[in-house]
């Protein structure tokens, strides 16, 4: 899985704190999934 790309879709999207909250959401949404 590419977590890296998928983070910098995300940060390319969208700046600074909310990029950075999406990304630990989404990430502990895969962790747990």
Known sequence: MAVK???RSHL???GG????L???Q???LLFLA
């Open 5 to 7: 790309d998928f983070g």
């Open 12 to 14: 390319s999207r969208s």
């Open 17 to 20: 704190f909310l990029a950075m």
């Open 22 to 24: 999406s990304m630990i």
């Open 26 to 28: 989404d990430f502990l």
